[in-house]
């Protein structure tokens, strides 16, 4: 990405931290763009993607374990401004001269730091002189490099934050990326903006020319067929591509009949009424439940519903047989998950293998570069309706894994109508946005209830909310008592075969956020 294109690259080296995605988040979220790299990439090709900037994430415990990670210090020679954060800054710190020792005093959770009265500083310009930081690290840098100032300390890390503007290299022991850092993310845009001269360009307008250029240039007049699964993912990618290529685009919908109420209906009309796309809509639902007919083990859903999707969708592409591409929703997480994402698989809500022998597309995939807040931007300036482009992430097999034990259409119309009360009563209390995830399970059981004069004998729901910034841990969302004893009363009183409610209130760990 070079600066001619109308913005600036930042590269965040990955040590094995957990929080490298989320620096590059933040580094996005100051509207520049970022791009994650394994630190085992040569600096020759670092330098060739001409970064205005790099940042070197957090990692193991020490530098000075065995196999610590590394780098070549021919970096820190290149003249692009640098950032060691936690890990990073250690290895700056050792690399330099500096010094990192064990001290028998890590510095865990909230840590009070105090900038250096009187330093020129350009990490901490306007920003209070005490302030609150988050930390991790059994190490502590005790020294800063010749050439250095220090510029804050901790109680626990005598350099705590170094820095030499000269050459435009900083270090910091602290995690300015996380929210428990009041000020980290004003530090971050010191770092990108002063220190390193980076513009604040990057922006969803840019995003959405970038890749429509990008997709003109790459499928040109042929035609190109999107798996429409109805999440924010597919949606976004479908609208994106169709402001590219207009009728070249066919959008394939799968409707399993396992699809949150009125979500297929939703579907069809905003891509078909609203944005004009030529969509075909297969009506699969009765496939779909005969094959899954007195199937209760979790894994063997997923199997039955991922092998019939890819057979419904491939009959449904072959009567579109001069597509030569195919549309697929890959974010960037899916990508540094998997190792560079060069897999042709369908990325669709059911959570498919892979593409059959036979089909052979060449992949478009325009949200690859984003993460999930950014494909919400760009859908809602697409123009997405609010509820496609805020939709909660919905699960690969869709109801089936809410659903324990066997799928049948009875036990499918009752979870429907329960979870559509659920999500109307979190919205109705203005949580929907604040919660990962909230949705309802349907029990293999019975229990016995009291409704009138009568003893009833009817299933259970569980209700499930969890708060999360990605799903990779998760704690259940403290939702209000009133607003449980609305969804509570709504659904037994409006949904038949329902005589109680439970909520769920395990975190992830140790449970998930699904079912199953």
Not at 59 to 81: L, M, N, Q, R
Not at 186 to 194: A, E, G, I, Q, V
Request: glycine share 10%.
């Amino acid at each position: 990405m070079t600066t001619e294109r109308g913005y600036d690259t930042v590269l965040v080296v990955d040590f094995g931290a957990q929080y490298a995605q989320l620096i590059a988040r933040r580094v996005r979220e100051a509207h520049v763009y970022s791009e994650i790299v394994p630190r085992t990439m040569p600096v020759a090709e670092m330098l060739a993607k001409e970064p205005k900037a790099i940042i070197f994430s957090g990692g193991p415990s020490s530098v000075y374990a065995e196999g610590a990670p590394t780098i070549d210090p021919a970096i820190y020679e290149s003249g692009v401004p640098i950032l060691g954060i936690c890990y990073g800054g250690q290895l700056m710190a050792r690399d330099l001269g500096g010094e990192v020792r064990h001290t028998g005093s890590g510095e865990y959770g909230r840590t009070a730091l105090s900038v250096e009265v009187g330093a020129a500083t350009t990490l901490f310009s306007d920003l209070p002189a005490e302030q609150e930081t988050w930390m991790s690290h059994g190490d502590s840098i005790v020294a800063a490099p010749p050439g250095f100032h220090v510029t804050a300390t901790t109680p626990g890390t005598p350099a705590a934050a170094f820095e030499d503007p000269a050459r435009a290299l900083y270090g910091v022991q602290f995690h300015p990326e996380v929210k428990h850092s009041p000020f980290g993310q004003d530090l971050l845009k010191h770092f990108l903006y002063t220190g390193a001269g980076c513009r604040p360009t990057w922006t969803n307008t840019s995003i959405i020319e970038q890749q429509v250029e990008a997709i003109r240039a790459q499928v040109g007049d042929a035609h190109v067929i999107c798996g429409l699964s109805g999440g924010v993912d597919s949606a976004v990618a479908a609208a994106l591509v169709h402001k590219a290529i207009g009728d070249q685009l066919t959008c394939v919908f799968v409707d399993t009949g396992l699809l949150r109420r009125n979500e297929a209906t939703q579907v069809e009309e905003t891509f078909r009424s609203q944005f004009h796309i030529d969509l075909v809509h297969v009506k699969a639902a009765d496939r779909f439940l005969g094959a899954l007919e007195g199937v209760t083990e979790p894994e063997a859903k997923r199997k039955i519903i991922g092998e019939l999707f890819i057979r419904t969708f491939e009959e449904a592409a072959r009567d579109l047989h001069d597509a030569k591409y195919l549309v697929q929703g890959t974010l960037y997480p899916d990508i540094v998950e998997s190792g560079g994402g060069e897999n042709a698989v369908i990325k669709s809500h059911h959570n498919v293998g892979g593409l059959p022998d036979d089909m052979e597309f060449e992949l478009v995939e325009p949200l690859r570069q984003l993460f999930k807040d950014e494909v919400r931007a760009v859908g809602e300036e697409l123009g997405l309706p609010e509820d496609i482009v805020w939709r909660q992430p919905f699960p690969g097999p869709g109801l089936a894994v809410r659903i324990i034990g066997e799928i049948t259409p009875e036990r499918v119309q009752i979870l429907q109508d329960a979870d559509a009360v659920v999500i109307e009563e979190i919205k109705r209390a203005g949580l929907y946005r604040e919660i990962w995830q909230s949705f309802a399970v349907l029990p293999a059981v019975r229990t016995v209830g009291v409704m009138g004069d009568d003893r009833t004998y009817a299933y259970p729901l569980v209700v499930r909310a969890v708060t999360s910034d990605d799903a990779m841990t998760a704690d259940w969302a403290r939702i209000p008592y009133d607003v449980l004893e609305r969804i509570a009363s709504r659904v037994i009183n409006e949904v038949p075969g329902i005589n109680r409610v439970a909520y769920d209130i395990t975190s992830k760990p140790p449970g998930t956020i699904e079912w199953e």
